[in-house]
């Protein structure tokens, strides 16, 4: 019987040691949010240098970095849509110096479009803070017969895939905006994908074909310019740059779609250091000189509270799947 007791002891102290563990490692974390930071903190954008995220994740970085007296560093990690520095970034320490700072089109879209992401977007982060949203414009060439909205609306359902629409390719936001049209107001366009936004916008402002949806920042000036008509936007609400533009729920009910900018920390950050990160992020979105620049960038501030953010992402990640299947498009 003592034998017997002396195994069951032995039995049980891998247990025990893993219990003492565990709490020994919650007790470290929660004293490192106490003093958090004490060292530099990177942000990790999953895109290449130079568009929209990559210089909200700077221009935040260095603020951030001003607020926190520490230095804060951006790494972009690109490939495969932002699914490998996404995937790369869910398995560092969480403990709030490692951040994503990316969009809605990987957390949201790539889930559905991809078969293995390599990541899951609510398992593996938190939403820290939405920076803001980028609104798409649809926009055609300034031949296109249609002057308006409710114009361009009668001439697409009387003439089923007679325009074709552009966009950067299968699966992309300007792909799937052209598809929630069509299946919110009953539409039939002919999609024609092209290997970047470059060449597609090339194509729509040379004529060859006639539609797009286009981020409202790279297109605002070929608008202003009149090389682009603007339609409408594909936001909720009109957008300050072109307050005469209908938001295209105004015409479609159900119509909403927008690329948005958010930070994000690893599963496992302590609350503590969640929770400091978001009121200082939302402290720095208040400067008037930090908003100035993100609204020339062509961003619309959101100033959604955590829960608010991880609703959103929610209801993004159900939309945008429906979307995805109803287009079809996969990316292996």
């Known amino acids: 019987m003592p034998l017997l007791k002396s195994k069951r002891h032995f039995q049980a102290l891998p247990l025990f040691v893993a219990l003492v563990l565990t709490t020994a490692y919650q007790t470290v974390l929660a004293q490192s949010s106490a003093v958090f930071p004490n060292h530099p903190i990177t942000i990790v954008v999953p895109n290449t240098t130079g568009g929209t995220n990559d210089i909200v994740a700077r221009l935040m970085a260095t603020e951030l970095g001003k607020e926190l007296q520490q230095p804060v560093v951006v790494v972009n990690k690109p490939g495969a849509g932002g699914n490998i520095g996404t995937a790369q970034t869910k398995s560092a320490a969480p403990d709030g110096y490692t951040l994503l700072m990316t969009t809605n089109s990987a957390q949201a879209i790539n889930p559905a479009l991809y078969k293995d992401t390599g990541f899951d977007p609510v398992k593996d982060f ?83 074909v006639p539609i797009a949806f286009a981020s409202l920042p790279s297109s605002l000036g070929t608008i202003r310019q009149g090389q682009l008509r603007a339609l409408g936007v594909s936001t909720s609400d009109r957008s300050p740059s072109l307050p005469d533009v209908p938001a295209m729920i105004e015409q479609i009910p159900g119509f909403s779609g927008e690329l948005w900018v958010g930070l994000f920390a690893i599963a496992g950050t302590p609350a503590g250091v969640t929770d400091k990160l978001y009121q200082i992020t939302a402290s720095v979105m208040k400067k008037p000189a930090v908003q100035k620049q993100l609204t020339e960038l062509g961003l619309e501030l959101a100033f959604d509270t955590q829960e608010q953010f991880k609703s959103r992402l929610a209801e993004d990640i159900i939309k945008w799947a429906e979307i995805v299947k109803v287009s079809g498009a996969t990316v292996d």
Request: no cysteine; glycine share 12%; proline share 10%.
């Open 126 to 208: 938190i939403p820290i803070a939405i920076i803001g949203s980028v609104p798409n414009v649809l926009v055609v060439h300034p031949s296109f017969p249609a002057k308006t909205l409710a114009e361009f609306l009668a001439l697409i359902k009387a003439n089923p895939k007679k325009y074709p629409f552009a966009s950067a390719g299968n699966g992309g936001v300007n792909h799937l905006l052209g598809v929630m049209m069509d299946q919110k107001g009953g539409y039939k366009m002919e999609h024609i994908p092209y290997k970047g936004i470059a060449p597609a916008m090339a194509d729509v402002l040379g004529g060859h």
